[in-house]
């Protein structure tokens, strides 16, 4: 008979700020982590890509134009000329100028702080596995010697297979917004330690069978009371919320 897999250590706040304000605060920005911390959060979701040079910053799209003053496919442009951009005026005036931090920008932020960290490795089409990769060893480095290193997740089993690959210590997790063929199978052979779903997938059957196999359930992105007290009673591990101004991350 085989063993019972084993859940990892999880040390890891229950509640995660989304792109670090939620929709208060310009996302993804600096300002925005900074806000979600005066709201009691330590723990923070952020997105990854690559720019054309190798660089891991900070950005939710494949495009520029939603979130800041510049256009066209970001990982196709220089970190030099990503670096000049405006990813604040878009929000509101009070945050005009705000720049797109790099992953190492929000990493000093965190690791002053004693911040934890989500990192969503959010690779530019076709760049899958490359970015898994740069993201995660960038993350080993910036993180070497902590006792609590970020969680990588990803909606691309591309993504996490190249962080596998660069950085296997890095606790994995893989993002689901359907529950696809094979993605149980998929996030085994990752060695993932959480499954990260749309909130409104959970049931207590698939919170049992993700637990029974030694992962964690976590849901985003949970903006209502009611959806929270449920995932609460399912026994899920972790909430991702934009609400920082409606949920303490006290309770």
């Known amino acids: 008979m085989s063993a019972k897999p084993r859940a990892q250590p999880w040390a890891y706040p229950r509640w ?14 600096l300002a925005a982590f900074r806000l979600g911390a005066q709201h009691g959060y330590r723990m923070f979701e952020c997105d990854a890509k690559l720019s054309a040079d190798g660089v891991p910053f900070l950005l939710h799209d494949a495009t520029l134009q939603r979130t800041t003053s510049g256009q ?27 720049a797109l931090p790099t992953l190492e920008n929000l990493a000093r932020f965190c690791l002053a702080n004693d911040y934890f960290l989500n990192i969503e490795i959010k ?52 993002l689901l917004d359907s529950l696809r063929e094979g993605w149980f199978e998929t996030a085994q052979a990752l060695g993932c ?16 069978r993700v637990h029974a196999a030694g992962m964690r359930a976590l849901s ?5 009371e009611w ?12 909430i991702i919320t934009d609400r920082v101004d409606l949920f303490s991350p006290a309770n």
């Open 72 to 98: 066209g496919v970001a990982g196709d442009l220089a970190w030099s000329v990503l670096s000049q951009l405006d990813a604040g005026a878009w929000h509101s005036r009070s945050h005009a100028g705000e």
């Open 16 to 29: 995660i700020a989304h792109r670090g304000a939620g929709k208060l605060a310009p996302e993804n920005t």
């Open 227 to 238: 959806a929270a007290q449920w995932l609460f009673a399912l026994g899920t591990d972790g």
């Open 123 to 174: 690779p530019t089409p076709g760049a899958e596995r490359r970015t898994g990769e740069v993201v995660a060893h960038e993350a080993a480095r910036l993180w070497a010697g902590r006792a609590v290193p970020p969680l990588l997740t990803s909606f691309q089993p591309d993504a996490l297979a190249g962080a596998m690959h660069a950085a296997p210590a890095l606790p994995r997790g893989l």
């Open 220 to 224: 985003y992105t949970v903006n209502d």
């Open 193 to 208: 330690a959480a499954i990260v779903c749309n909130f409104s997938l959970w049931n207590e059957e698939l919170v049992r």
